[in-house]
């Protein structure tokens, strides 16, 4: 029995290219928290130092070669939805299936916000423990290391952002036929049609031509 081809095999390594590696950075992070919590110590078991697998070198190169493809593979995702039924078939079963009901789209980005949440529990734990405990500077370490990648991950999302309302911007310009030669569109209007995001933010110097 031949197997149904839904998508190429090159758009799959787009798409999800570097989700096996991740999947096992965090399998591998979970055997160890797994491990300290079945020994736990107040005294003195520490976490912070597991943190330091998100700062090998392989490890941050995969979370980055994935948060600087997930914009061409987002878009890829809604291209091929579009243009192949039976893609858009199998993913609407497959969140149908999924225990949260969760889209393809809503999976991706949940990668992209992994590193940014994990910022926020080290916060927590920092919050949390004495100064005095051996796990404050292991912590306070990994936070610094968290942070380094966490801000490099929100850049990339806001660019990919401004993107999207670039191109939202574009198409609403079209359908309405504004001519923006004519000097038609003030600032005022192009925030208002991206939803508050500065007009400088989308359009750089033409914004002054358009002024």
């Not at 031949?2 to 290219?17: A, P, R, Y």
């Not at 850049?155 to 670039?166: F, G, L, P, T, Y």
């Not at 939202?168 to 600032?187: E, F």
Request: aromatic letters at 8%.
């Amino acid at each position: 029995m031949t197997e149904l081809l839904i998508i190429d095999s090159i758009f799959v390594e787009i798409i999800f290219g570097k989700i096996p590696e991740i999947l096992l950075i965090h399998s591998k992070f979970l055997e160890g928290l797994r491990h300290r919590m079945c020994s736990w110590s107040p005294q003195e078991t520490t976490v912070g130092d597991l943190f330091a697998l998100f700062d090998e070198k392989s490890v941050s190169s995969a979370y980055l070669s994935f948060v600087d493809n997930w914009f061409e593979a987002k878009h890829l995702v809604k291209q091929l939805s579009r243009d192949k039924p039976l893609f858009q078939k199998f993913l609407t079963e497959q969140s149908r299936e999924h225990r949260s009901k969760l889209s393809l789209d809503e999976l991706m980005i949940s990668v992209i916000q992994r590193i940014p949440r994990f910022e926020l529990l080290l916060k927590q734990l920092l919050k949390n423990t004495a100064k005095e405990h051996k796990d404050y500077a292991l912590l306070n370490n990994a936070l610094k290391k968290i942070h380094s990648l966490a801000l490099y991950i929100n850049r990339v999302k806001n660019d990919a952002d401004v993107i999207s309302h670039s191109s939202s911007l574009s198409s609403t310009t079209t359908t309405a036929q504004l001519d923006v030669n004519q000097s038609s569109i003030t600032i005022s209007q192009l925030e208002t049609i991206c939803d508050g995001l500065p007009a400088s933010a989308l359009l750089g110097s033409t914004l002054h031509e358009i002024a």
